[in-house]
């Protein structure tokens, strides 16, 4: 089946849910290119705690915008926008799916339906907001966005400080709360796309259980050496905030115990993923979609490409 050079595949669910796997599987299967979705996978020194597709994968269908900025960079939903439409009309010319892959709500929401341009926040506002957030901590640093956005500060999380700062410094610079920038209507970058989802929800305790036991495979791997290599970067960069990142840099630091830091670690990595849960039970992505209360395996793929072979279906009809 050639698929229609306007359809676009999305495949999401939380970290650890086995969308990477689907995703590459779904490539083989319908002549598709995997374009990450991920905040993280882009940043070409997060190979291992990004959980990035393995090398073997990789190879056997094209990927792309995997590890193609450095940590450094900092990479937001506009800019990733940006550069999936590039990828997507590229696989359409190429005759091939397109499959966005990842968690990242915002970026699924930013390429479906489009992103509300904020005018750009002076360098001034944004030190402030960030020298605001260091002297203070994420929880008092909330409470002193409650004041001037109670909106935003109400659901954004402590544990988001940069999300919390984005919040900040857009009010402080434009007077409107950042939630209120996003209810605005907003133009979508391929109005000529037609969008269908997977949306993998494993039961919480099977998700917790995969989690620990990658993080696991990740320190085997070398991942504290890859946090190593991270030492002196700003703290504030998006990359920094990768899954795991801050926990084992306290250990090279001496201030965790390497068996703290990776306790911490997955700890931080479950309560990432019931946000994710949240979120995907909660948020209308924007386009039609089908939920698979599992994580990804053998099992459940041939009801799976059926729904994506009959979208396609659709699709071309």
């Known amino acids: 089946m050639k698929p229609p050079a306007s359809f676009v595949l999305i495949v999401t669910g939380p970290t650890a849910s086995g969308k990477s796997a689907l995703a590459t599987d779904a490539a083989l299967e319908f002549n598709g290119v995997v374009i990450n979705g991920d905040s993280m996978q882009v940043y070409g020194e997060l190979n291992i705690l990004s959980a990035r597709p393995s090398?073997?994968?990789m190879a056997r269908v094209p990927h792309r915008l995997f590890g193609v900025l450095a940590a450094t960079e900092t990479c937001s939903a506009g800019r990733w926008t940006a550069?999936?439409?590039a990828e997507i009309e590229a696989?359409?010319?190429r005759g091939l799916l397109p499959i966005i892959t990842g968690g990242t709500g915002l970026y699924l929401k930013a390429l479906i339906t489009g992103l509300v341009s904020i005018p750009a926040i002076p360098d001034a506002v944004r030190r402030?907001?960030?020298e605001l957030l260091r002297r203070l901590g994420p929880e008092a640093f909330r409470e002193e966005l409650r004041k001037l956005s109670p909106q935003d500060a109400e659901r954004i999380p402590a544990s988001d400080p940069q999300r919390l700062a984005r919040a900040f410094e857009v009010v402080k610079a434009t007077g409107r709360?950042?939630?209120q920038w996003q209810d605005m209507p907003a133009a979508p970058p391929l109005p000529q796309a037609e969008f269908a989802a997977v949306v993998l929800t494993p039961p919480r305790a099977d998700l917790y259980a995969a989690i620990d036991a990658r993080f696991d495979r990740m320190i085997a791997a070398g991942a504290l050496d890859e946090a190593r290599s991270l030492m002196g970067a700003?703290?504030?960069l998006p990359a920094m905030?990768?899954?795991g990142a801050s926990e084992l840099l306290a250990h090279l630091e001496g201030l965790l115990t390497l068996a703290?830091?990776?306790e911490k670690a997955k700890r931080a990595s479950r309560n990432f993923a019931k946000r994710q849960l949240t979120w995907l039970r909660h948020q209308d992505i924007g386009c039609r979609a089908e939920t698979y209360s599992a994580q990804y395996s053998e099992s459940i793929k041939a009801d799976i490409f059926s729904f994506i072979r009959n979208s396609l279906l659709t699709t071309q009809s």
Request: charged letters at 50%; a negative charge; proline letters at 0%.
């Open 55 to 57: 090398t073997d994968d």
């Open 83 to 85: 550069m999936a439409k």
């Open 91 to 93: 696989a359409w010319d």
């Open 128 to 130: 402030e907001a960030r």
């Open 177 to 179: 709360e950042l939630s």
């Open 234 to 236: 700003d703290k504030d």
């Open 241 to 243: 905030k990768a899954l």
């Open 260 to 262: 703290e830091a990776v």
